[in-house]
């Protein structure tokens, strides 16, 4: 097996297509990927997988029952599995994403937005 390193900006700058998350790395079942979101996304749940956003450039805004959380470069979170969230973003953001390999993109839903053949970059 061969270490090396990941350039996240590389990575980022290797692609322009919205809302389809590319796997960057894998670590005991679980997928790091990076995205590019812009516009709005689709209010979904995940039934059995955590999820974590981590923005790395430009303000993420993530939809909840009860408040919206606006994430800024730096910042994280994790949405547990069960709870309903619909991201959006009025701009480009970057995120990177960590969660189990067999997270689907739209969790729930069915639709245009689902992406079930992941690229590895």
């Known amino acids: 097996m ?9 990575k980022l700058s290797s692609f322009c297509d919205y809302w389809s998350p590319k796997i960057v790395g894998e670590l005991n079942g679980q997928l790091v990927k990076v995205a590019k979101f812009k516009g709005d996304f689709v209010m979904h749940q995940h039934d059995n997988e955590d999820e974590l956003f981590y923005v790395i450039s430009g303000q993420l ?55 079930s053949n992941l690229t590895t970059i």
């Open 61 to 115: 805004y993530i939809e909840l029952k009860d408040k919206t959380l606006q994430l800024k470069p730096g910042e994280f979170v994790i949405i547990p599995k069960g709870i309903f969230h619909k991201p959006y973003a009025p701009n480009e953001v970057h995120v990177l994403l960590f969660e189990p390999a067999s997270t689907l993109n739209t969790g729930n839903v069915n639709n245009d937005m689902t992406v």
């Open 2 to 10: 061969e270490i090396t390193k990941v350039n996240i900006s590389h």
